[in-house]
């Protein structure tokens, strides 16, 4: 069974860090574009952030750039997404999810429906 598992989630105060992980079961990361979404409650999910199949491109949201960075090392479990000087506004729950549309692509973008593959989230909650 195909599986994406998020971990690293947690509580942290603002300002503080974490190192989210994207880890593949069942199949190998290296051809999927994979892409950060977030989901804070009430709200709609958010795209956070994207990498290429072959980590050459990546792509972040307005509200995490400078903050987050999304990072693979091709031929390795897992994707990672370091957070860094945390808001509370980035509170919400961290979801991953794997695509083979964009495969042999330079691209990749933070379109849900793009996604075929989902995690089922870790929960990331910055508060002091």
């Known amino acids: 069974q195909l599986q994406l598992v998020e971990s690293g989630g947690g509580l942290v105060q603002p300002g503080g860090s974490l190192r989210l992980s994207c880890a593949a079961s069942g199949f190998t990361l290296n051809y999927y574009t994979i892409g950060w979404f977030r989901q804070a409650p009430g709200k709609e999910r958010e795209g956070v952030s994207c990498?290429?199949?072959?980590?050459?491109?990546?792509y972040y949201a307005d509200s995490v750039k400078g903050r987050f960075t999304i990072s693979r090392d091709n031929g390795k479990n897992p994707v990672y997404l370091q957070m860094h000087n945390l808001k509370p506004e980035d509170t919400a729950v961290y979801y991953c999810?794997?695509?083979?549309?964009?495969?042999?692509?330079?691209?990749?973008?933070?379109?849900?429906?793009?996604?075929?593959?989902w995690g089922q989230g870790t929960q990331v909650t910055v508060s002091s």
């Open positions: 999810a794997a695509s083979t549309r964009f495969w042999g692509q330079a691209m990749c973008v933070t379109k849900g429906y793009e996604y075929d593959l």
């Open positions: 990498i290429s199949s072959s980590g050459d491109t990546t």
